[in-house]
């Protein structure tokens, strides 16, 4: 009887440790594997967008490739959003508006009209682990470069479209729309637990952006606006990713 137990302890050391081997295998070396993420910023403008908005956020996706040699392969899509307007995005309606500040409607009311910020970012990136050991070689700090396109503009509002002076292709020369490229970085932690289910990243991103006007009129200015501008954007930057591998099998012969 002592003998059948010493066996059978030996038995389950055994299979509990290929079972545990196997279950970490995935992890505990580097390995090569596609992921998608969703991701939130909270951005503070900076250069020509600072003097038009204020704090933003932004919510974003991305398909992310990871090779065995800790290499990432990033392609995003970004939409930013906003409601904090100031300078000449807090006066875009001053000549069509009556001597209290007022746009009259097609009924001979005041329009109810509202604006916000927003815009987007599509582009990719490329980037690197400078590997920790714990809790995997497939999780530190990590650091990626890229760029793409942004664009960002004011989102014109009119409840109840009544308003024929700011409808239609009249809009488009109050919206302050500009677009151009972009650089973009990010530094920041990712972390891939043991059971795949909590991954995540944390950290800042970076946007600089060569901007000009995307209208081919402004109606404040009364002309075109031929200008080139440089925005930028600072933001803190909190991801959770889905990771796509198969575990390893877990069945074993004895």
Known sequence: MRNNSYYLFI????????????SQKIID?????????????VQIPDGDLAKRYGINSNIGGSF????????FFEFNTNFIFGDKLKG??????????????MIINEHGEYAK?????????????????LFLKYPNPNSGLLLMGGAGILQHKIRIENDGNNAPQILGEYKLGYDKMRYGFALSEFIGYIYFSRNQIINFYAGFEFYQAFTKSGREWDFNLR???????????????????????KRAATNYYY
């Open 11 to 22: 038995s389950l050391l055994l299979i509990t440790t290929f079972y545990e081997g196997a």
């Open 88 to 101: 000449d995005a807090t006066h875009l309606f001053d000549s069509i508006k009556t001597s209290n500040g």
């Open 223 to 245: 002309k075109k606006d031929t200008g080139k501008y440089k925005d930028l954007l600072h933001s803190i930057k909190v991801g959770w990713i889905i990771p796509i591998y």
């Open 29 to 41: 070396s580097l390995i090569s594997f596609p992921m998608f993420s969703a991701a939130y910023m």
């Open 64 to 71: 992310i490739f990871k090779t065995k040699n800790n290499v």
């Open 113 to 129: 009209i509202r604006t916000f910020e927003r815009g987007y970012f599509i582009g990719s990136k490329i980037g690197t682990i």
